[in-house]
T-cell receptor, first 117, second 114 residues
Framework: AQKVTQAQTEISVVEKEDVTLDCVYETRDTTYYLFWYKQPPSGELVFLIRRNSFDEQNEISGRYSWNFQKSTSSFNFTITASQVVDSAVYFCALSGPSTDSWGKLQFGAGTQVVVTP | DAGVIQSPRHEVTEMGQEVTLRCKPISGHNSLFWYRQTMMRGLELLIYFNNNVPIDDSGMPEDRFSAKMPNASFSTLKIQPSEPRDSAVYFC????????????FGPGTRLTVL
């Protein structure tokens, strides 16, 4: 079975602080994809990043960075120098062949990030 | 390029009425997904289609829910009869199977059943 755990329900920070969101996954697949999505207060779900299980290189995109560690089944997400506009719910998700096909995304419960000025 | 389009954005109806939600996927995408989001249950996959064919509808709550995809550019999710517990935000998402695995979501339809 596939499972994604985001243990942090809510994180509150003051603007310019860094914030790291944890994501731990379980899968029996040897090949799989991991994703992060952002859901701002307006409600839409915005795709942020996709990572293939074969690619363990960390990635940085502006103030966002992702740390994928297969050994610990974790795919953590860091926002550097947070801004009020980063306030949102962030979802980690997993897909792999064991869910009948590659189509299904297994989402975590989400982490609410609150950035105050 | 336009993203996934959903209509209506908001729907308020009374218990027992039929509700139809509509989705237009991104042009060229061949997989389409319907999700429901509630505070209690989070994001749930209801059904998904590949090349207009339903692949997995195990997430559809009960027979009151049905989904169709008559062509590559249009899908509907119908609830008949609607009940207050169906109140939720319903998202449609699409992706290009075989090229990328990420799904792109529409803005959602907020359904309220009174």
């Amino acid at each position: 079975a596939q499972k994604v755990t985001q243990a942090q329900t809510e994180i509150s920070v003051v603007e310019k602080e860094d914030v790291t969101l944890d994501c731990v996954y379980e899968t029996r697949d040897t090949t799989y994809y991991l994703f992060w999505y952002k859901q701002p207060p307006s409600g839409e779900l915005v795709f942020l990043i996709r990572r293939n299980s074969f690619d363990e290189q960390n990635e940085i995109s502006g103030r966002y960075s992702w740390n994928f560690q297969k050994s610990t089944s974790s795919f953590n997400f860091t926002i550097t120098a947070s801004q009020v506009v980063d306030s949102a719910v962030y979802f980690c998700a997993l897909s792999g062949p064991s869910t009948d096909s590659w189509g299904k995304l297994q989402f975590g419960a989400g982490t609410q990030v609150v950035v105050t000025p | 390029d336009a993203g996934v389009i959903q209509s209506p954005r908001h729907e308020v109806t009374e218990m027992g009425q039929e509700v139809t939600l509509r989705c237009k996927p991104i042009s060229g995408h061949n997989s389409l997904f319907w999700y429901r989001q509630t505070m209690m249950r989070g994001l749930e996959l209801l059904i998904y289609f590949n090349n207009n064919v339903p692949i997995d509808d195990s997430g559809m709550p009960e027979d009151r829910f049905s989904a169709k995809m008559p062509n590559a550019s249009f899908s509907t999710l119908k609830i008949q009869p609607s009940e207050p517990r169906d109140s939720a935000v319903y998202f449609c998402a699409s992706r290009h199977q075989g090229r990328d695995n990420e799904q792109f979501f529409g803005p959602g339809t907020r359904l309220t059943v009174l």
